[in-house]
């Protein structure tokens, strides 16, 4: 298992879901032993990177338009509730059903449910991050129902019974020659088969998915969906996305379900202006987003009959709770700051393990989840703090802030809400030894007199430091040498050469001083 | 404008202990100017590896100290833009009296240069080929910009050489050096061959946290580059800097 939980079998296919990590810097070091894997990163990355950077620069109001995605999420957060009931009213009089969830394994229910009142045992889906959140797919294998992934890289990740590794790109993980052996190998066991003589031509590649799940959009009549945005005004549901198979999912069934977290309601289409300019620029360096399909309840004769809108809750009113953690619903799931992120480009998306990788899994998994397992407290220190996140972010989550006061939780504990109840955190166990060590490190740095004196020990001692240091410090000198110790510190010199005679002030040290005033 | 300011020189705990050299440069270099510069004896550390590692409480006496310690000074100046990001960011978000008004009065020592003295030309003759990596705090959290850079550009005999993918973090995050180890190193190793292919006999920064992952890396494969801290290009004129190649530092020792 362990080998390959990231996936790059040199042959595909043999079944290698990945396991959930152990802890992030574990997985991250196995990650990178994997080159092709890292390479592979590092050129989606890069490529995208580059053009986001492009297509943002086009825009000279940028800088507005980001602080008006943020003003207007953040509105929206604090009258979530009003704004709800507004959606729901607006929903039901065009003819949906609301259903609200108050978590995952609700959300699951009320799918179930809802598809086995049909009749069907299977259903497509378009691309969503709630679903995948919830673990829908199993869910419903669990029911008997077959849910299939329609979107081209949710597609190789399911025939590659694989997990996706990207919110945008999701079988990014994956190069040309794997998705044709997993093509060749598994598409025959779901549906139409790949033709034997395949290719890792993209053209040739496409060509079979296109053949393989138009059979499925044709036969389908339950269609199952996220959206990108609920506009509350009207009731209307908007699904972005550049492929068109999104809007075969949304328009074919005759009973289309609906699965949004309760973050992303827009009060109004004038709200909704802003983000269909930040969003396609910011994930898919695209000025204006290919396929974006909305519908508002059902329309007789014009698409599905039956409209069900399940509103996942799964934490968010929790996060919601606490003032600076809350920003992370800010998020439009633009994956930007995956594609900038240094450390998401060598660890790979799964040493994340859950559906939100990258800088914003880092914040969002250890809010939602909690900080209660090894793997989820380590989540907020996979990162930096370089701050590139951020600076991408196209409404302005201060991801390093919010790393920062997760850590605080991990280490310090602290208040949080639980399903709508305070509750006092301990703090992580296994930080023992860190906190004694910052906590001395505190103490003598609170008295320059230790310091000094222990400046002075080091100097003094210096030429009998090792080059490589036992313990927590072998992470350092495992890969990089240290720098030696000077014989003597700043401190000491200035004291030794300052304070001395002129009592401080303007004592020559050491080097010339022609003074220009 | 420079006689009658009060500035206090804020070395930060790793150039205290580890590069004085860094330090003694920034006096030197400030005297030049003509300031006068002090340094109270009562500072310690800015206590950001305690913030950013989560130690929030650990944190706040290291901010009391810093806020009591530079009372009294018109400017606080430091050569370092992580440790100046973590005061001018964070300390004003603890309840500790005068910690949002040193925030205020504390600039990274390009800033200082550019903005208060008003000087890009320091008089500093340093006749090397210097790539510049901008470190994230100073390009990101400071807003920098082009300060180094334009500094840089007036030292006599410089050559300055484009780093590629100068933005990129280096890879030191200070506890994630250790807590993440194996991606830090990654990100110094791609960082340090950067360096090494502009051809440049020294990297530069504003920060010595960076320079001491970014030049471990490059020491432990052997590259003669050498990280030299951007006060101490700035501190050279040709009598210092002439014979040995580079100054005098501690980092020297090119194997
Ligand atoms: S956190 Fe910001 S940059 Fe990252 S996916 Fe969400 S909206 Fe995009």
Known sequence: MSGTFLGMPRRAVPGNRPGAPRDFPTAAEAAGRNTTLLENLRHATHTIRDKRARAVAELSDWPELRAAGAAIKDEVLLRLDDHLERLEEAVTAAGGTVHWAADADEANRIVTELVHATGETEAIKVKSMATQEIGLNEALAGAGITAYETDLAELIVQLGDDLPSHILVPAIHRNRAEIRDIFRERMGEWGRAAPGDLTDRPAELAEAARLHLREKFLRARVGISGANFMVAETGTMVVVESEGNGRMCLTLPETLISVVGIEKVVPTWRDLEVFLQLLPRSSTAERMNPYTTMWTGTTEGDGPREFHLVLLDNGRTDVLADTVGRQALRCIRCSACLNVCPVYERAGGHAYGSAYPGPIGAILTPQLRGVGSELDASLPYASSLCGACYEVCPVAIDIPRVLVHLRERVVEGGEVTVRGSRVRLRPARGHAAERAVMRAARWALDHPGVVRAGQRAAGRTRRLHPRRLPGPGAAWTASRDLPEVPAESFRRWWRRTREAGAGGGTASGDGQREDRS | ?255
């Open chain 2, 1 to 255: 404008m420079a006689e009658r300011m009060r500035v206090g020189l804020f070395i930060t705990c790793v150039n205290d202990t580890l590069y004085p050299d860094t330090g003694r440069a920034v006096v030197t270099l400030l005297e030049r100017l003509g300031v006068e510069v002090g340094f109270p004896e009562a500072q310690s550390c800015c206590g950001q590896p305690q913030f950013n590692t989560g130690y929030r409480s650990e944190t706040e006496p290291l901010v009391r100290r810093y806020a009591e310690a530079f009372a009294g000074y018109d400017h606080i100046v430091t050569p370092s833009g992580s440790c100046a990001a973590m005061v001018r960011d964070h300390h004003p978000g603890f309840a500790v009296p005068g910690a949002a008004d040193a925030a205020r009065r504390t600039l990274e020592l390009t800033e200082f240069l550019v903005d208060v003295l008003g000087v890009t030309d320091v008089g500093a003759y340093y006749p090397h080929t210097v790539t510049y990596h901008p470190t994230c705090h100073g390009l990101r959290a400071l807003g920098l910009g082009d300060r180094p850079r334009r500094l840089l550009e007036r030292v006599r005999g410089l050559e300055l050489v484009e780093l590629p993918g100068a933005e990129e973090c280096c890879g030191f995050g200070g506890t994630f050096a250790v807590k993440n180890a194996a991606v830090s190193t990654s990100m110094g190793r791609d960082k340090a061959r950067a360096v090494v292919s502009t051809g440049a006999s020294a990297v530069c920064t504003v920060d010595n946290s960076c320079l001491m992952h970014i030049g471990g890396v490059l020491r432990r494969a052997g590259s003669p580059v050498r990280p030299v801290h951007l006060a101490e290009i700035l501190a050279s004129t040709g009598e210092s800097a002439g014979a040995t190649g580079h100054g005098t530092g501690t980092r020297g020792a090119i194997r």
